[in-house]
């Protein structure tokens, strides 16, 4: 006798069981898609079965009360189906053209954005900041706003050479996808945490203190139950203070913000590329950062302006060559750049085994 299927906790489940069952129906056999408005786009099955997108802004944290709302508007115009894309933006897929007029009014009257489809900014993929996370150099949630704030129209309406991809990662760690994004903000520290000797006898496990360290900067320091760390090793990348709270990489004074420039994930036209190194370092300058954001406006237009049409920005980049980039963006080219070791951990210094 068979068994009745057991629900299990084991593993995500499967996600064929989410999808709309025009996307089931279509799976792999869609012609295409058109953008309609800047918020609104349309695919097309080779059956000639369609299905409706509009995309919303969302604040990425999220409250249960806009939760509920958006499943609700889901359930009365989409059947039920809505998908949170990577970064973040809120997506209601229709089934029904009837139902799109009426959603997107339902929308505008309880004050969502409508946007972020085609050549515009989508939604800002970010990180924590410093109320959720033990390690933040800055604020994630705060600089984002400050960003969709001012950015508001290249969100709804104006439109750039391609797409544009943004991201905010409050560290190193970059739980945000800063390393393949057109523009990004990574926060980064810049002194060498100090060691409590005292505490560190106490609450940490020295090995794995040890361990921890990417550049082998920490040795132990058997004399003070401790350790010290070799400050010429450091590229205060916090990984230590991770496992051991006495370490504690935080700084007000040494903690800020780095630009960099010209990721991006897809391998349209030219390969998927990492970002670089535009801009070393901005002060944290809460709660509207108004140099970073007068920062990375300059670069989105003079992308706007300066690029054919098409090109992502990394594509941009390399096309007028790096040099370039520095005199029609006038930043200023620094030390930091010839080697951003310390900022974005792709170069051959971030190997342990590097001799120094
Ligand atoms: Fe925490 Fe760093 Fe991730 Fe920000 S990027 S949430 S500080 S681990
Ligand atoms: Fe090592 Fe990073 Fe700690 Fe510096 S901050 S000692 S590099 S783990």
């Given at each position: 006798m068979a068994l009745p299927k057991r629900q299990t906790d084991?593993?995500?489940?499967?996600?064929?069981?989410?999808?709309p069952p025009v996307i089931q129906k279509n799976y792999g056999k869609w012609k295409g898609h058109d953008v309609l408005t800047p918020g609104l786009m349309v695919h097309t099955g080779e059956s000639g079965d369609k299905i409706w997108t509009v995309r919303v802004a969302s604040p990425?944290?999220?409250?249960t009360e806009t939760i509920y709302e958006m499943c609700d508007l889901a359930d009365k115009y989409c059947g039920g189906y809505i998908r949170f894309t990577s970064r973040n933006n809120v997506e209601f897929l229709v089934s029904?053209?009837?139902n799109v007029e009426p959603l997107q009014k339902d929308l505008k009257a309880k004050k969502y954005t409508i946007g972020g489809i085609g050549p515009r900014i989508s939604n800002v993929v970010h990180t924590q900041g410093w109320v959720h996370c033990h390690g933040a150099a800055t604020d994630a949630s705060g600089l984002t706003k400050a960003m969709m704030d001012e950015f508001y129209d290249y969100f709804t309406t104006k439109e750039l050479p391609n797409k544009v991809r943004l991201a905010v990662a409050c560290?190193?760690?970059?739980?945000?996808?800063v390393h393949c994004s057109d523009i990004a903000l990574v926060a980064v520290h810049t002194k060498v945490p100090p060691v409590d000797d005292e505490r560190v006898g106490k609450i940490c496990e020295i090995p794995t203190v040890i361990a921890s360290c990417p550049t082998s900067a920490i040795r132990p320091n058997p004399a003070k139950k401790s350790i010290t760390i070799n400050e010429e090793k450091c590229m205060y990348c916090g990984n230590c203070f991770t496992v051991c709270p006495a370490i504690d990489i935080k700084n007000p004074e040494g903690d800020g913000v780095a630009i960099v420039v010209g990721g991006k994930v897809g391998s349209l036209r030219s390969d998927p590329k990492f970002s670089k190194l535009a801009a070393a370092f901005y002060y944290n300058e809460p709660p509207r950062w108004p140099k970073v954001v007068a920062a990375v406006k300059n670069i989105l237009e003079v992308y706007a302006k300066d690029a054919k049409k098409h090109e992502r920005v990394g594509e941009w980049i390399d096309r007028i060559g790096w040099e370039a980039f520095f005199k029609k963006t006038g930043m200023e080219f620094t030390f930091q750049h010839i080697d951003d070791f310390t900022f974005m951990r792709d170069t051959m210094r971030t190997s342990a085994a590097f001799k120094w």
């Open positions: 084991i593993g995500p489940p499967h996600f064929n069981q989410f999808l990425r944290i999220l409250s029904e053209e009837k560290c190193v760690n970059m739980c945000g996808a």
